[in-house]
C-alpha cells in the first residue's frame, strides 16, 4: 500500500470537516442557508430604513444599499471567521483523540465554510442589486478578489489567535465579543472616511478593518475612490496576523491537543 503524504492525509481531514460543518450549520436546520442571506439582509434594509427609502443615493453617488452591501458583506465575512474560529477548538475537542486530526484543521474548515456561505449570500446580492435597478457592475473583479483573499487572512490570522488563547480563558472569549459591537459601528459599514470630522479621522483609521472596507468599495464602484485606505497598512496587518498566529498555535498546539 502507497502511503500517503502529510498534505493528502490534512486535505482528507480537512474535506471530510468541511462537509461535517456544511452538515452541522445547515443540515438540521429547514431553510438553514436562507437564514444565511437573511442575516445581512436584514441588517442593510434596518440601515436603508433609518436613512430613508428616499436616500437612493449615498453621499458618495453610489446607490445606498449596493454601498451598505459591500460594507455589510464583507464585516459579516470576518466577524463569521473570527466568532466560530473562536470557539473551534472547544466544540471539536473529542476529534483530537484521532491524531490524523490537528486542532488548525478544524479552523480552515470552517474559514472555508464561511468563504463559501459569503460567496454565494455577495453573488446573490449583487443579483438582486441588478434586479431592483442599482448600479451593481464589478469595476475591478481582480482587484475586488485580491482584497477578499487579504480579508480571509487577515480574519484567519485573528481568528486562529483568539482561538488559541480563549482555549484557555473564557473571559477572553467574552472580550473579543465585546470589542466586536463597536467595531460594527467604526468599521465603516454605513459612511465613508470623507465624511469623518478632521480630528476624529486618524483615530478611526487605525482600525484595519476600515481600510479593508474602504479599499472594496474603491475596487467596487468607479466612482468611488478613498484616499485614506493604505494596501501597506492592509498588508502589514495580514502578514503580522498570520505570522503571530501560526507561531501561537505551534507554541500551544499540544497544550490544546492534551486539553
Excluded at 452541522?24 to 444565511?36: I, L, N, S
Excluded at 480579508?151 to 473564557?170: K, P, T, V, Y
Excluded at 492592509?234 to 503571530?244: A, D, E, K, Q
Aim: glycine fraction near 6%; charge should be positive.
Amino acid at each position: 500500500m502507497n502511503k500517503r503524504s502529510s498534505w493528502e492525509i490534512q486535505k482528507a481531514v480537512v474535506t471530510s470537516l468541511f462537509l461535517r460543518e456544511l452538515k452541522t450549520r445547515f443540515g438540521k436546520q429547514k431553510f438553514g442557508y436562507f437564514w444565511a442571506i437573511v442575516e445581512p439582509a436584514a441588517i442593510i434594509v434596518v440601515f436603508w430604513v433609518m436613512f430613508g427609502f428616499s436616500m437612493r443615493k449615498s453621499t458618495t453617488g453610489i446607490d445606498f444599499p449596493m454601498f451598505l452591501m459591500t460594507g455589510m458583506v464583507p464585516f459579516q465575512l470576518f466577524s463569521k471567521i473570527v466568532n466560530r474560529s473562536m470557539v473551534s477548538f472547544q466544540a471539536n475537542r473529542g476529534l483530537f483523540n484521532y491524531r490524523q486530526v490537528k486542532p488548525i484543521d478544524t479552523i480552515i474548515a470552517r474559514v472555508l465554510v464561511e468563504c463559501l456561505v459569503y460567496f454565494i449570500v455577495f453573488n446573490i446580492f449583487i443579483l438582486i442589486g441588478f434586479l431592483l435597478g442599482f448600479n451593481a457592475r464589478v469595476d475591478n473583479i481582480l482587484g475586488l478578489l485580491f482584497i477578499m483573499i487579504e480579508l480571509i487572512f487577515f480574519s484567519s490570522g485573528f481568528g486562529l489567535i483568539c482561538a488559541a488563547i480563549g482555549h484557555f480563558s473564557e473571559t477572553f472569549i467574552k472580550v473579543i465579543g465585546l470589542i466586536m459591537r463597536p467595531l460594527f459601528f467604526c468599521s465603516g459599514i454605513y459612511f465613508t472616511v470623507e465624511i469623518v470630522p478632521e480630528q476624529f479621522r486618524s483615530l478611526l483609521l487605525i482600525n484595519p478593518l476600515l481600510h479593508f472596507l474602504e479599499k472594496i468599495r474603491s475596487v467596487y464602484f468607479e466612482s468611488f475612490y478613498s484616499p485614506y485606505a493604505s494596501d501597506t497598512y492592509i498588508l502589514l496587518w495580514t502578514v503580522s496576523l498570520t505570522i503571530i498566529s501560526l507561531w501561537l498555535y505551534t507554541k500551544l498546539q499540544n497544550k490544546i491537543i492534551a486539553s
